[in-house]
Protein backbone atom coordinates (compact mmCIF):
# COMPACT_ATOMS: atom_id res chain seq x y z
CA UNK A 1 0.00 0.00 0.00
CA UNK A 2 1.25 3.99 -0.63
CA UNK A 3 2.29 5.63 2.78
CA UNK A 4 4.64 7.99 3.78
CA UNK A 5 6.13 7.65 7.37
CA UNK A 6 7.45 10.12 9.51
CA UNK A 7 8.91 7.43 12.70
CA UNK A 8 9.61 10.09 14.73
CA UNK A 9 6.47 11.83 16.93
CA UNK A 10 8.94 14.45 19.07
CA UNK A 11 11.96 15.48 18.72
CA UNK A 12 13.94 17.68 21.27
CA UNK A 13 17.00 19.48 20.03
CA UNK A 14 19.04 22.22 22.06
CA UNK A 15 19.48 25.79 19.90
CA UNK A 16 22.73 25.82 17.39
CA UNK A 17 22.48 21.76 17.23
CA UNK A 18 22.19 19.93 14.13
CA UNK A 19 18.88 18.46 12.95
CA UNK A 20 17.08 15.70 11.27
CA UNK A 21 13.96 14.18 10.60
CA UNK A 22 13.08 11.30 8.84
CA UNK A 23 10.46 10.51 5.84
CA UNK A 24 10.21 6.95 4.16
CA UNK A 25 7.78 6.73 1.16
CA UNK A 26 6.03 3.29 0.12
CA UNK A 27 5.13 3.93 -3.46
CA UNK A 28 5.66 2.18 -7.22
CA UNK A 29 7.33 5.10 -8.54
CA UNK A 30 9.18 8.18 -6.76
CA UNK A 31 6.94 10.22 -6.09
CA UNK A 32 7.31 14.06 -5.81
CA UNK A 33 8.46 14.60 -1.84
CA UNK A 34 7.61 17.79 -0.07
CA UNK A 35 8.47 19.41 3.34
CA UNK A 36 5.84 21.43 5.41
CA UNK A 37 5.98 23.33 8.75
CA UNK A 38 3.39 24.09 10.58
CA UNK A 39 3.50 27.05 13.93
CA UNK A 40 1.07 26.74 16.28
CA UNK A 41 -2.29 27.86 14.96
CA UNK A 42 -1.03 28.58 11.62
CA UNK A 43 -1.71 26.72 8.14
CA UNK A 44 0.81 24.67 6.59
CA UNK A 45 3.98 26.23 4.98
CA UNK A 46 6.01 24.93 2.48
CA UNK A 47 9.78 24.33 3.16
CA UNK A 48 11.13 22.76 0.03
CA UNK A 49 10.39 20.20 -2.67
CA UNK A 50 11.71 17.20 -4.93
CA UNK A 51 10.66 16.87 -7.99
CA UNK A 52 13.77 15.06 -10.01
CA UNK A 53 17.33 15.90 -10.49
CA UNK A 54 19.89 16.79 -7.84
CA UNK A 55 19.16 14.67 -5.02
CA UNK A 56 19.94 17.33 -1.93
CA UNK A 57 17.69 20.08 -2.13
CA UNK A 58 17.82 23.77 -0.27
CA UNK A 59 14.66 24.86 1.05
CA UNK A 60 13.64 28.35 2.89
CA UNK A 61 14.64 29.05 6.46
CA UNK A 62 17.92 26.97 6.14
CA UNK A 63 16.88 23.62 5.59
CA UNK A 64 17.75 20.80 3.42
CA UNK A 65 16.44 17.57 2.51
CA UNK A 66 18.30 14.73 0.53
CA UNK A 67 16.31 12.58 -1.62
CA UNK A 68 18.22 8.66 -1.31
CA UNK A 69 16.22 6.36 -3.91
CA UNK A 70 17.55 3.36 -2.33
CA UNK A 71 16.06 3.85 0.95
CA UNK A 72 13.12 5.38 0.05
CA UNK A 73 13.56 8.48 1.95
CA UNK A 74 13.53 12.15 2.25
CA UNK A 75 14.83 13.14 5.21
CA UNK A 76 15.25 17.13 6.37
CA UNK A 77 18.25 18.44 7.94
CA UNK A 78 19.15 21.99 9.78
CA UNK A 79 22.69 22.36 10.56
CA UNK A 80 21.80 24.69 13.04
CA UNK A 81 18.29 25.13 14.77
CA UNK A 82 16.76 28.53 16.28
CA UNK A 83 14.36 28.51 18.67
CA UNK A 84 11.89 29.78 16.22
CA UNK A 85 12.27 26.38 14.49
CA UNK A 86 10.07 24.95 17.19
CA UNK A 87 6.64 24.05 14.98
CA UNK A 88 5.85 20.78 13.28
CA UNK A 89 7.06 19.40 10.48
CA UNK A 90 5.00 17.23 7.23
CA UNK A 91 6.63 15.22 4.74
CA UNK A 92 4.12 14.96 1.97
CA UNK A 93 4.29 12.73 -1.11
CA UNK A 94 2.22 13.28 -4.44
CA UNK A 95 2.40 10.34 -6.98
CA UNK A 96 3.16 11.12 -10.46
CA UNK A 97 1.08 11.41 -12.97
CA UNK A 98 -2.81 11.67 -12.63
CA UNK A 99 -4.34 13.62 -9.95
CA UNK A 100 -2.21 15.58 -8.05
CA UNK A 101 -3.55 13.80 -4.44
CA UNK A 102 -1.32 15.43 -1.63
CA UNK A 103 -0.51 12.48 1.00
CA UNK A 104 0.91 13.86 4.24
CA UNK A 105 3.19 12.04 6.71
CA UNK A 106 2.09 12.11 10.70
CA UNK A 107 4.12 14.99 11.50
CA UNK A 108 7.13 15.71 14.29
CA UNK A 109 6.56 18.00 16.08
CA UNK A 110 9.99 20.03 17.01
CA UNK A 111 11.03 21.32 20.29
CA UNK A 112 13.64 23.47 20.58
CA UNK A 113 15.27 24.05 24.11
CA UNK A 114 17.99 26.94 24.80
CA UNK B 1 -1.63 37.28 -4.72
CA UNK B 2 -3.82 37.26 -1.55
CA UNK B 3 -3.45 32.99 -1.21
CA UNK B 4 -6.00 30.84 -0.12
CA UNK B 5 -8.92 32.42 1.97
CA UNK B 6 -10.85 30.23 4.60
CA UNK B 7 -13.58 31.93 6.71
CA UNK B 8 -14.46 32.09 9.63
CA UNK B 9 -10.85 31.69 11.08
CA UNK B 10 -13.00 29.94 14.50
CA UNK B 11 -16.34 28.84 14.67
CA UNK B 12 -18.20 27.21 17.14
CA UNK B 13 -21.61 26.05 17.30
CA UNK B 14 -23.25 23.58 19.02
CA UNK B 15 -24.34 19.85 18.33
CA UNK B 16 -27.14 19.07 15.55
CA UNK B 17 -26.55 22.73 13.95
CA UNK B 18 -25.28 23.07 10.35
CA UNK B 19 -21.69 24.19 9.58
CA UNK B 20 -20.16 25.35 6.77
CA UNK B 21 -16.78 26.51 5.85
CA UNK B 22 -15.43 28.33 2.94
CA UNK B 23 -12.60 28.69 0.68
CA UNK B 24 -11.41 30.52 -2.08
CA UNK B 25 -8.54 28.92 -3.99
CA UNK B 26 -6.03 30.91 -5.78
CA UNK B 27 -6.75 32.00 -8.96
CA UNK B 28 -5.52 30.25 -11.76
CA UNK B 29 -5.26 26.59 -9.77
CA UNK B 30 -7.02 24.13 -10.77
CA UNK B 31 -6.91 21.38 -7.96
CA UNK B 32 -8.95 22.11 -4.29
CA UNK B 33 -8.50 20.17 -1.37
CA UNK B 34 -10.43 20.20 1.68
CA UNK B 35 -8.42 18.47 5.02
CA UNK B 36 -9.53 17.57 8.41
CA UNK B 37 -6.36 18.51 11.61
CA UNK B 38 -6.66 16.43 14.92
CA UNK B 39 -4.03 15.26 17.39
CA UNK B 40 -5.77 11.22 17.07
CA UNK B 41 -5.84 11.01 13.39
CA UNK B 42 -3.22 13.85 12.22
CA UNK B 43 -4.16 15.34 8.70
CA UNK B 44 -6.62 13.86 6.93
CA UNK B 45 -7.83 14.35 3.41
CA UNK B 46 -11.38 14.62 3.15
CA UNK B 47 -12.13 15.24 -0.35
CA UNK B 48 -10.83 16.80 -3.66
CA UNK B 49 -12.02 18.80 -6.57
CA UNK B 50 -10.24 19.35 -10.10
CA UNK B 51 -11.77 21.94 -12.36
CA UNK B 52 -14.69 22.15 -9.79
CA UNK B 53 -15.25 18.08 -10.23
CA UNK B 54 -14.94 16.18 -6.70
CA UNK B 55 -12.29 13.63 -7.47
CA UNK B 56 -11.88 11.18 -4.58
CA UNK B 57 -14.40 11.91 -1.69
CA UNK B 58 -13.32 8.81 -0.10
CA UNK B 59 -12.16 10.57 3.01
CA UNK B 60 -15.01 12.29 3.74
CA UNK B 61 -15.99 10.56 7.17
CA UNK B 62 -19.86 10.44 7.04
CA UNK B 63 -23.12 11.61 4.75
CA UNK B 64 -23.27 14.27 7.73
CA UNK B 65 -20.46 16.00 5.38
CA UNK B 66 -20.43 17.15 1.92
CA UNK B 67 -18.43 19.78 0.00
CA UNK B 68 -19.40 21.63 -3.09
CA UNK B 69 -17.28 23.96 -5.32
CA UNK B 70 -19.86 25.95 -7.89
CA UNK B 71 -17.16 27.47 -9.67
CA UNK B 72 -13.39 28.23 -10.01
CA UNK B 73 -13.11 30.62 -6.95
CA UNK B 74 -15.09 28.95 -4.07
CA UNK B 75 -15.85 25.65 -2.43
CA UNK B 76 -17.82 25.20 0.72
CA UNK B 77 -17.80 22.23 3.31
CA UNK B 78 -20.68 21.03 5.21
CA UNK B 79 -21.57 19.50 8.20
CA UNK B 80 -25.23 19.06 9.13
CA UNK B 81 -25.50 18.02 11.76
CA UNK B 82 -22.38 18.43 13.53
CA UNK B 83 -21.02 16.56 16.12
CA UNK B 84 -18.55 17.05 18.82
CA UNK B 85 -16.19 14.65 17.44
CA UNK B 86 -16.28 17.07 14.36
CA UNK B 87 -14.33 19.14 16.20
CA UNK B 88 -11.02 19.98 14.10
CA UNK B 89 -9.36 22.70 12.17
CA UNK B 90 -10.03 22.33 8.53
CA UNK B 91 -7.91 23.40 6.02
CA UNK B 92 -8.44 24.21 2.59
CA UNK B 93 -5.50 23.93 -0.17
CA UNK B 94 -5.15 24.42 -4.11
CA UNK B 95 -2.53 23.77 -6.26
CA UNK B 96 -2.07 24.11 -10.22
CA UNK B 97 -0.43 21.28 -10.25
CA UNK B 98 1.39 19.57 -7.31
CA UNK B 99 3.20 22.14 -4.83
CA UNK B 100 -0.07 22.96 -2.78
CA UNK B 101 -0.65 26.37 -1.18
CA UNK B 102 -2.55 26.01 2.27
CA UNK B 103 -4.99 28.24 3.69
CA UNK B 104 -5.12 29.26 7.53
CA UNK B 105 -7.77 27.11 8.75
CA UNK B 106 -10.77 27.05 10.39
CA UNK B 107 -10.73 26.03 13.74
CA UNK B 108 -14.50 24.32 14.44
CA UNK B 109 -15.43 23.27 17.90
CA UNK B 110 -18.96 21.49 18.23
CA UNK B 111 -20.05 21.79 21.84
Known amino acids: AQSVTQPDIHITVSEGASLELRCNYS??????LFWYVQSPGQGLQLLLKYFSGDTLVQGIKGFEAEFKRSQSSFNLRKPSVHWSDAAEYFC????????????FGTGTKLQVIP | DAGVIQSPRHEVTEMGQEVTLRCKPI?????LFWYRQTMMRGLELLIY????????DSGMPEDRFSAKMPNASFSTLKIQPSEPRDSAVYFC?????????FGSGTRLTVV
Open chain 1, 27 to 32: YGATPY
Open chain 1, 92 to 103: AVVPLGGYQKVT
Open chain 2, 49 to 56: FNNNVPID
Open chain 2, 27 to 31: SGHDY
Open chain 2, 93 to 101: ASTPGAVAT
